[in-house]
């Protein structure tokens, strides 16, 4: 079954520190992959996807994610934390239907 | 782990029909529901916030007489794509929020095709 892990029910980064939301994906084909982030009583909200080309992917607020096919991995990283980034992190990807992985609760600690 | 449904899983239906999308959360409550668009290999789009027992909050350039959504209980929000045209053809994904936490719950998603 074509699935998305998040391995990491939270992650508790110190403010200023790098981070690393980890995403593996079982999907067949050559899927987009996405980042999501909610905030509290928020809907999603998108920060960045993978299609082709490069393999280090830029988005909003800093985020970036590094895809690796032969670990099938895309994992999400910033260089430098805010407390402001602390909020729930999903990763999906879609080939035809999108499929989420069950989310990271990020926790920047100042 | 909590459960979403949506039903049906997909539906193909005529231009100018209207079409119902469930959508519940069956081991928990939730009391906010987001609802989603999603076209092939695109990014979701959030098309409204549906809080229990209040009218849904509709994002900028989402037709809320076109989209009617429903959030009788905390278990069940209906949306509701009135007189679908070939361009509502699409993916329509909930999710919910339970009570306790903040955690969303995706449901599967609905495949709608108006043709």
């Known amino acids: 079954a074509q699935s998305v892990a998040q391995p990491e029910d939270q992650v508790n980064v110190a403010e200023g520190n790098p981070l690393t939301v980890k995403c593996t994906y079982s999907?067949?084909?050559?899927?987009?992959l996405f980042w999501y982030v909610q905030y509290p009583n928020r809907g999603l909200q998108f920060l960045l996807k993978?299609?082709?080309?490069?393999?280090l992917v830029k988005g909003s607020y800093g985020f970036e994610a590094e895809f690796n096919k032969s670990q099938t991995s895309f994992h999400l990283k910033k260089p430098s934390a805010l407390v402001s980034d602390s909020a729930l992190y999903f990763c999906?990807?879609?080939?035809?239907?999108?499929?989420f992985g069950k989310g990271t609760r990020l926790h920047i600690l100042p | 782990g909590a459960v979403v449904s949506q039903h049906p899983s997909w539906v193909i239906c005529k231009s100018g029909t209207s079409v119902k999308i469930e959508c519940r959360s069956l081991?928990?409550?939730?009391?906010?529901m987001f609802w989603y668009r999603q076209f092939p290999k695109q990014s979701l789009m959030l098309m409204a916030t549906?809080?229990?027992?209040?009218?849904?909050?509709?994002e900028q350039g989402v037709e809320k007489d076109k989209f009617l959504i429903n959030h009788a209980s905390l278990t069940l929000s209906t949306l509701t794509v009135t007189s679908a045209h070939p361009e509502d053809s699409s993916f329509y994904i909930c999710?919910?929020?339970?009570?306790?936490?903040?955690?969303?719950?995706f449901g599967p998603g609905t495949r709608l095709t108006v043709l």
């Open positions: 999710s919910a929020q339970s009570v306790r936490g903040g955690q969303q719950f």
């Open positions: 549906s809080n229990e027992g209040s009218k849904a909050t509709y």
């Open positions: 999907v067949s084909g050559n899927p987009y």
């Open positions: 993978y299609i082709t080309g490069d393999n």
């Open positions: 999906a990807a879609s080939d035809d239907k999108i499929i």
């Open positions: 081991d928990f409550q939730a009391t906010t």
